[in-house]
C-alpha cells in the first residue's frame, strides 16, 4: 500500500502538550486540549507547515491510549487543511508502532514520524522490519534517527535500506553530525529533515530541506524566516537572525528540552505548563539558565528587527 504524494519539508514543530491540574487524572494532570488546540492554530497561522503531536516534545510515553488518539484527532481538527499534521507513533515494538500509524491514518494525519523500535536496542534487521511493517498502512514516512534516547543508530547504509520502502520520504536528523547528510544524498534519495535545532543552520547549508523542530514552540514566525531565507539561499541573513536563538535552540538537546521549551512559551506569553512524570521541575540553576538564554534571545530579536 503507498500513500499519496507528499513532502514532509519546511518547518513542521514537534508539539508541546499542556496539561492543567487534576487530581483525578495521571499524576494530577488532565491534558487541556483547548489549549493544545489553540497553540496548533497558533503555529500554523505564523508559517508553520505543520504540527507534530506525540513526539517525545508531546510527553506521548506519559499518556494514555484514549488521550494519545484524542491528541491527534485534535490537531487535525484545529490544522483544518491549513497544513500538516505528523504524527508520532513510536513504540516498543513494530505491532504497537503500526496500531498508532494505523490510528493516524483513520483520523486524518497527513504522515507518520517514527522511531526505531523504542527500549530495545534492536539489530539492523529488526529495525528494517520495524519500519516496513509501519510502511503497510500507507502513510508517508519520516524515519526518526535519535541514537541518544533509543540506543539505535540509524547510520547512511541502514538509511539506504530504509528508504527502499515505497513510503519512507524523510529523516529526521539528530545524531548531531552533520555530516551524515551527504552520505545519506549519496546512498539514497530522501528528504533529510534538521531535527535539532541547534545544528539547523549547518544541516540546512548542506541541504537539508526540512525542520521538524522544538523552538518554534516559542519562535514560530521567526523559525519560518530563518528556513525561508535558507531556502532561498540568503545564507548570511539567516545567519544573523539564527545567531540571536542558537543559545536558546541548544535546550533541545539536552534532557531538559521539554520544560526548558514549555519555559520558553512562557517568557513569550503563551502557556507552557508543567510536565508529567518522569519529567519534573527544572532545577533552580537550569531554570534560571534557561531565563538568561531567552532574555538574551528576544533582546537579540527586538535589535534584529530594529536595524
Not at 498502512?137 to 540506543?151: C, F, R, S
Request: glycine share 8%; charged share 25%.
Amino acid at each position: 500500500m503507498s500513500s499519496a504524494p507528499i513532502d514532509l519539508r519546511g518547518v513542521i514543530v514537534a508539539t508541546a502538550l499542556p496539561f492543567k491540574e487534576n487530581p483525578a487524572a495521571p499524576a494530577g494532570l488532565e491534558v487541556d486540549y483547548d489549549r493544545f488546540a489553540a497553540h496548533c492554530d497558533w503555529l500554523v497561522s505564523n508559517g508553520c507547515r505543520g504540527v507534530g503531536p506525540n513526539g517525545s516534545l508531546g510527553e506521548y510515553s506519559a499518556l494514555t491510549d484514549d488521550e494519545r488518539r484524542k491528541v491527534v484527532q485534535v490537531a487535525v481538527e484545529a490544522v483544518a487543511g491549513r497544513g500538516v499534521v505528523v504524527a508520532g507513533v513510536h513504540g516498543p515494538g513494530w505491532h504497537q508502532a503500526k496500531h498508532w500509524a494505523e490510528l493516524a491514518a483513520e483520523d486524518g494525519a497527513d504522515g507518520v514520524l517514527a522511531l526505531p523500535p523504542t527500549m530495545y536496542r534492536a539489530s539492523d534487521s529488526q529495525v528494517v522490519e520495524h519500519f516496513s511493517k509501519i510502511n503497510e498502512v500507507g502513510l508517508p514516512i519520516m524515519i526518526y534517527n535519535n541514537p541518544i534516547d533509543t540506543k539505535v543508530d540509524l547510520v547512511p547504509s541502514l538509511v539506504a535500506e530504509i528508504a527502499q520502502l515505497p513510503n519512507v520520504s524523510a529523516i529526521k536528523e539528530f545524531s548531531g553530525d552533520v555530516r551524515r547528510l551527504f552520505e545519506i544524498k549519496e546512498l539514497c534519495d530522501i528528504d533529510v529533515v534538521a531535527g535539532a535545532d541547534d545544528v539547523l543552520f549547518e544541516l540546512m547549508v548542506d541541504g537539508a530541506v526540512g525542520w521538524f523542530a522544538g523552538f518554534p514552540n516559542a519562535f514560530p514566525a521567526e523559525s519560518v524566516e530563518i528556513y525561508d531565507l535558507m531556502i532561498a539561499g540568503k545564507v548570511p541573513e539567516a545567519r544573523e537572525l539564527y545567531k540571536h536563538l542558537v543559545a536558546v535552540f541548544r535546550w533541545d538537546s539536552r534532557v531538559e528540552f521539554v520544560q526548558a521549551i514549555k519555559l520558553s512559551m512562557e517568557q513569550v506569553g503563551r502557556y507552557g505548563g508543567p510536565c508529567r512524570p518522569p519529567r519534573g521541575p527544572l532545577t533552580p540553576a537550569h531554570e534560571a539558565q534557561v531565563r538568561a538564554d531567552m532574555a538574551r534571545a528576544i533582546k537579540g530579536l527586538e535589535e534584529y528587527r530594529g536595524r
